[in-house]
C-alpha cells in the first residue's frame, strides 16, 4: 500500500529587529558580559524599599530607584496631616486645583522612615535617580520649566530633614551623611509617563542646577525614559551628552503585539480595559508566567546574541496580586548568578560605555566579539508557555513546552518538501531560531485533502545549537519521520507564507 504523502511548508518571519550578521568565528572583541538594568518608579512604600532591597541583595543584583519628589513632604490628598508642608510644591503652569497626581508623603512617621530605608539602599549599594515631584506628564514642558521642577526635586530631597522638622534621631540618618551620600546619586532621570521632548533633553544636558544653599550639581548621566522598538539594541549617547539607556517594547508569548518592558504596561496589555486597568485575581498565575517567560526569552536572545542589555522598569506597586512583582523576582534569582552575567545600576553602566572604545561598542551593537566557549546557562524554565495560534487568532496555553524565542518580524522564509532531509530541517529551524524566530505554521498537505495549516513552535537549544518543532499533541517530527520514507516527492510550494 502506497504511503500518504506529506508535503510540508514551514513559513514565518525572519527578524528585521536589525539582523545579527553573526559568525561564530574567534574575533579579537572579547565578549562583554550580558547586562541587566532593573529599575523601580516611585518610592512611597517603606516595605518595597526593604523587599527590593532584600532579594537584590540575595540574588547578587544591585537595582535602580527613580523617586518622586513630593513623597518626602508631608501631607495628603485625601487625609489631613498635622504640619502638612504639601502646600510649599507648585507644579510647572500651575494656577489652581490639583498639584500631584500621586499624592504625598503622609505623616512625618511615614516621612521618617522612608529615609530611613532609602539610604539603607543607598548605602546597600542601590542607585537613586529622579522621577520628578508629583507625576505630571512633562512631555510639553520646556527646558526651563524642566529645570525649575529638577531645583524643587533636589530642595525637597536633600533637605527633607529641615522641611519637615524630622530630627536625625528619629531617621537614624545624620544630615550631613544624607546629604553627601546623595551627591553621588541623583544623576539619572525617568519622566513620569514617561514624558520626554526637547526641553527634557536641553535641561538634563545642562549643569545649572543647585541646591541646598548653593551646592552644585552636575548635569545628568543618563536617561531612562525613552523607548527602543528593538530589545537588541545597545545604549546610546546623546547629542546634550548623557546616555539613552531606553526600554524596548518586547515579544510576549500569548500576545499579539510587544508590551514595553515595565509592569504597568504588562497591567494594561492584560486589562479588558486599558484605559482603566484593574486586577483578574484568577488570572495571576497566567500573569506571572507570561511575563516570567518574556523576560526570559528577551535575556537569552541577547545572551547568545549581541549582548545588549536588558532594561527592565517596575513600579513599588504590586497590581493583579503581586503577580509581575513574583515574576521579576522569579528573574532575578534565576539569572544574576548565572555566568558572565552582571545585574547593575545604570550609573555603573553608564561608567562602563564611558569607558568602552567607540569601535567596541560598535562591534558590540552587531555581535562581532569573541564567541569561543559560550558558558551554557542554567535555567529555570516557565512551568507552562503560551504563542500557538488557533485560527481565530487567539492563544492558548500548552504545558510541558518550552520558552519560545521572540516572534520575529520581516522577511518570509519558505521550506519545500522535496529540497531537505529530517536532519537538514533541524539545521534550518536552528538558523532561523537564532535570528529570532519563534514560531512557523506547517502546511501538511496529504492526497486528496485540503491542505491543513497548523502552528508549531521552535524548541531551540542556544547552548547546544539543536532545534526541533513541537506541537501540543502532535509533534511534527513523527511526521517529518514519514515524509523521509516516502516513495514519491512533490517539489510544488505550496504556499508563500503565513502571517504569525
Known amino acids: 500500500m502506497k504511503k500518504k504523502m506529506i508535503l510540508p511548508l514551514l513559513a514565518g518571519l525572519v527578524s528585521s529587529l536589525n539582523p545579527l550578521a553573526q559568525s561564530y568565528a574567534q574575533t579579537r572583541i572579547e565578549r562583554p558580559p550580558q547586562y541587566i538594568l532593573i529599575s523601580f518608579d516611585g518610592g512611597y512604600n517603606p516595605d518595597m524599599w526593604v523587599a527590593t532591597r532584600e532579594h537584590a541583595l540575595a540574588s547578587n543584583a544591585k537595582v535602580a530607584h527613580f523617586i518622586s519628589g513630593v513623597d518626602f513632604l508631608m501631607g495628603s490628598s485625601s487625609r489631613s496631616i498635622p504640619g502638612a508642608v504639601d502646600h510649599i510644591y507648585k507644579p510647572p503652569r500651575w494656577t489652581s486645583g490639583r498639584r500631584s497626581d500621586i499624592g504625598f508623603g503622609g505623616d512625618k512617621g511615614e516621612v521618617t522612615r522612608r529615609i530611613t530605608e ?24 520646556t527646558a526651563d520649566e524642566w529645570r525649575y521642577e529638577f531645583n524643587l526635586f533636589n530642595e525637597y530631597v536633600y533637605n527633607v530633614h529641615k522641611i519637615n522638622g524630622i530630627s536625625e534621631n528619629a531617621s537614624g540618618v545624620r544630615v550631613s551623611d544624607w546629604k553627601n551620600a546623595l551627591d553621588s546619586h541623583l544623576k539619572s532621570f525617568r519622566a513620569p509617563y514617561l514624558g520626554r521632548g526637547a526641553g527634557l533633553w536641553a535641561a538634563m544636558g545642562s549643569s545649572s542646577w543647585q541646591v541646598d544653599g548653593g551646592r ?32 524596548p517594547v518586547i515579544p510576549v508569548p500569548g500576545l499579539s503585539r510587544g508590551v514595553l518592558a515595565m509592569d504597568y504596561n504588562f497591567y494594561v496589555a492584560h486589562s479588558d480595559n486599558p484605559n482603566s486597568p484593574k486586577d483578574k485575581p484568577a488570572m495571576v498565575g497566567q500573569f506571572e508566567e507570561q511575563m516570567y517567560a518574556a523576560y526570559l526569552n528577551w535575556f537569552e536572545r541577547n545572551y547568545y546574541g549581541n549582548r545588549a542589555p536588558l532594561n527592565i522598569g517596575h513600579h513599588f506597586s504590586t497590581w493583579n496580586k503581586g503577580a509581575y512583582w513574583k515574576a521579576l523576582k522569579r528573574f532575578m534569582t534565576n539569572v544574576c548568578n548565572q555566568p558572565e552575567v552582571r545585574c547593575i545600576t545604570g550609573m555603573e553602566m553608564a561608567e562602563i560605555l564611558d569607558k568602552t572604545p567607540s569601535a567596541t561598542l560598535n562591534a558590540y551593537r552587531h555581535g562581532e566579539f569573541d564567541r569561543g566557549n559560550t558558558p551554557r546557562l542554567n535555567l529555570v ?4 508557555i503560551a504563542d500557538v495560534r488557533n485560527e481565530n487568532d487567539t492563544y492558548r496555553w500548552i504545558k510541558d513546552g518550552i520558552a519560545d524565542l521572540p516572534r520575529a518580524e520581516g522577511t518570509r522564509f519558505s521550506w519545500k518538501s522535496g529540497d531537505t532531509d529530517l536532519h537538514l530541517l533541524r539545521l534550518k529551524l536552528a538558523d532561523l531560531a537564532r535570528k529570532g524566530l519563534s514560531r512557523v505554521d506547517l502546511v501538511v498537505k496529504k492526497a ?22 513541537v506541537r501540543w499533541n502532535e509533534p511534527l517530527l513523527k511526521a517529518c519521520d514519514e515524509h523521509a520514507h516516502d516513495e514519491q516527492v512533490d517539489t510544488k510550494e505550496l ?4 502571517d504569525i
Open 495 to 498: 504556499v508563500d507564507g503565513f
Open 381 to 384: 524554565r516557565p512551568t507552562r
Open 118 to 141: 532609602m539610604k539603607k539602599s543607598m548605602d546597600a549599594g542601590m542607585e537613586i535617580g529622579g522621577h520628578a515631584n508629583a507625576h505630571f506628564n512633562g512631555s510639553a514642558w
Open 448 to 469: 486528496n485533502q485540503p491542505e491543513q495549516k497548523l502552528p508549531f513552535m521552535i524548541e531551540w537549544n542556544p547552548a547546544t545549537d539543536e532545534a526541533s518543532l
Open 216 to 247: 552644585r550639581l552636575s548635569r545628568m548621566v543618563y536617561d531612562a525614559s525613552d523607548v527602543a522598538q528593538n530589545p537588541t539594541s545597545w545604549p546610546e549617547k546623546s547629542n546634550q551628552g548623557f546616555w539613552f539607556m531606553r526600554m
